[in-house]
């Protein structure tokens, strides 16, 4: 018996190719990044002279801007700049393509996830890869936050819709990385994040027998009581404890030691930990145990 052949591969490799192509293809033309970029340039460079420490502030125009703004991408481009050895340029022209054209398998994750069929999925995927808007914006310099907050935004969608559709709890780790990895991305990302979080909670955990069932509760037992989550908290309490908001007087002075952003970090990765184990261990219908 002849094998049929299966379109939705082709379709998908269609996406992947072409969708490359015109992702690529401004990189390849100008080799230098276009459009924006240049304060996010600037913050990478001043991070890793900090010793990869938050700063306080950028330089970027020759002012003192507070250096509020999701760091993952910002990291990204400088250790890859310090490890690789290669110019830091480079990885603002080519790190936001390649995000940008990982985004477009993400896509088709979350597509099959929602439409169960793979071939309205990879059609589904082929019109997003082609699609301006889903590429525009994240393959210019500045893309290398925005791609990256495209891609974690895609992942933690796909996983949180699994975890609320088929009750694993395998996925509440993937969800909850995920959607710190989007907060700590983008701000814009962070927001549509938890718009998509709610957006799946309330159209499919919730049933007229009774209350959640006990992976409702996952947006507050994945987060520490700070926004973003307990995960993305060093980069919020880079902004919500600076001069800004609280009295020089008790602020931490610039050059402080670096092992007081890491104790943060260490501890609000220990309470998104923890209180991931209790959603795994919890029994089925009690959703107060966070």
Known sequence: MKRQPDFSVLILFAALLFGGLVRFLPALMTRFPINDGGMFYTMARELSANGYALPATTSYNGLSIPFAYPPLGLYLASLLADLARVPLLGVFLWLPPFFSLLAIPAFYLLARALLAD??????????????????????????????????????????????????????????????SLAVLSHPEVGLQTAGLCLLF?????????????????LSVCSSSPRPGGGLSSPSTDSLLFSPRFIPASIHPPPGAPCWLAFSSATRSFRFSCSCASRVLSMPSGNVNSC
């Open 118 to 179: 793979k071939l309205r999925a990879s059609l589904a995927a082929l019109f997003f890869a082609l699609a301006p808007g889903s590429y525009d914006w994240h393959v210019m310099g500045g893309g290398v936050t925005r791609s990256a907050g495209m891609l974690f935004l895609l992942l933690a969608a796909f996983f949180v819709f699994r975890l609320f559709q088929q009750g694993d709890r395998r996925l509440v780790l993937p969800a909850i990385l995920f959607s």
């Open 201 to 217: 909670w309330l159209s499919l955990d919730r049933t007229p027998r009774g209350p959640p069932t006990p992976f409702s509760s």
